[in-house]
């Protein structure tokens, strides 16, 4: 397959180029920052022999790899995000690299005592005598999703250098904002032309997944009335100690810290709170669509229930849906899922087929009419200071890649 060290300069030149995306943006990208990588990459996509490179307004890059047979076959197609998130800066990025991993622990910055250690990852166990690429301690790494673009393109300079191997009609997109919730929202799906696609979005090698959570976004807002605390006897309504209520009064069990596999959760994430008014930001998850409703109801009847109690409107609530579980799509046309592990077993690796406890891209894209399972990028911890990626995983990534292209040209 391709050049290891071919590699790891492509992915490292993706990660030093500062992409976050900023939620409180209403600009597609939400950064202009985001263009930088986007122009070079239609620059690189064009190098490479790419055809139909195009980027339009709002940086959504598209290109194709024409057919080289013959036969008509499905167009096949490939996504990821240049974007990383706002939860943990991606400026500067230092990129470390650990040639033959022996197992112990990871100082990634001696100044700061940050330790990558298999106490605390066990995965990184799984990469013993591999290469491993990481963060320096004080920001994330990037593979989210830059190892899934290098892997993309990497595949396609592959087959088009390998002419020899036949396939259909690629194409590939690269998007903005997915880590904020926008990546597939200006996605022109009838521009893309693909039957279907894959995101190459996923975390350690061998993961495909076509379940993903159902999500809503909530806002609760409590208010309360502020006197003079000296005189607030039967006046003062304290917003603060509603919120509280009304947190204790939601499954404790039932959050992020305390559910796996398709358990679903509540999860406040924000709140900012005087005595006048307190603002409550929470997640609503579920793999389940009937539970997903559920919980979202639970969250009205709560907050009627407790205007009842003040009789009158103290706390108001505004849900809104986010994505739902693409599995409702993929299922009618479960052979690309089947595509998918046949290429990965192709390459040696056991598909871990599993529900992703999050979103993705494909979700949106499979209810846009592309179904989109998730691949495996390689990447482990996300989205942190931790985060790493082992070299030999987005290796395998570019083989799978390949693979599919073969098994997708051979479908008469």
């Known amino acids: 397959m391709i050049d290891k060290q071919h590699l790891i300069n492509r992915f490292i030149s993706y990660v030093t180029v500062d992409t976050e995306s900023d939620p409180e943006s209403n600009t597609t990208p939400s950064t202009s920052k985001q263009w930088d990588l986007a122009n070079a990459l239609v ?14 307004e709002n940086a959504y890059i598209m290109a194709t790899l024409p057919s080289n047979i013959e036969e008509d076959v499905p167009v096949v197609g490939f996504v990821s995000h240049f974007d990383t998130t706002p939860d943990f800066t991606g400026a500067n990025v230092n990129p470390q690299l650990i040639e033959n991993y022996d197992g112990g622990d990871i100082i990634l910055n001696e100044a700061e005592n940050t330790i990558l250690s298999p106490k605390d990852f066990d995965d990184l ?37 390998h002419p020899e191997l036949k396939h259909g009609k690629i194409r590939v997109g690269f998007t903005p904002d997915e880590e904020i919730g926008r990546g597939a929202h200006k996605f022109d ?4 032309g693909a039957d279907w696609a894959y995101t190459m979005d996923g975390s350690q090698i061998g993961e495909l997944e076509y379940e993903n959570f159902n999500a809503a976004g909530a ?14 006897k039967g006046k003062m309504v304290n917003s603060m100690y509603i919120a509280t209520d009304y947190i204790n009064s939601l499954p404790r069990m039932e959050t992020p810290e305390h559910t796996e596999d398709r358990q679903g959760f509540f999860h406040l994430y924000s709140i900012e709170g005087e005595v006048d008014s307190t603002k409550m930001q929470y997640i609503i998850r579920d793999h389940d669509k009937g539970h997903f409703e559920a919980r979202k109801e639970m969250m009205i009847k709560l907050t009627d229930e407790l205007n009842a109690q003040f009789e009158k409107e103290v706390v108001t609530i505004e849900i809104k849906d986010q994505y739902f579980n693409m599995r409702e799509k993929i299922e009618p046309v479960m052979h690309i899922v089947d595509i998918a592990e046949e290429a990965m077993k192709e390459a ?38 931790y985060e790493y990626v082992p070299v030999e995983s987005m290796l395998k990534a570019v083989e799978v890649i390949v693979n599919i292209t073969q098994l997708v040209g051979k479908k008469k």
């Open 219 to 232: 806002v609760v807002t409590v208010k309360g009335k502020i006197v003079h605390p000296g005189y607030a």
């Open 348 to 385: 040696g690796i056991k598909p871990l087929i599993k529900p992703i406890r999050g979103g993705t891209d494909g979700s949106q894209l499979s209810f846009m009419g592309l179904p989109c399972p998730n691949i495996f990028a390689g990447g482990h911890n996300f989205h942190g200071r």
């Open 125 to 161: 166990l799984q990469y013993k005598g591999q290469t491993l690429i990481t963060t320096d301690g004080t920001t994330l790494l990037g593979a989210d999703d830059k190892a899934g673009i290098a892997e993309i393109v990497s595949a396609m300079e592959y087959l088009i250098q």
């Open 43 to 56: 620059e690189e996509l064009r190098a490479i022999g790419m055809q139909e490179v195009t980027i339009d």
């Open 189 to 192: 799906v009838e521009k893309f």
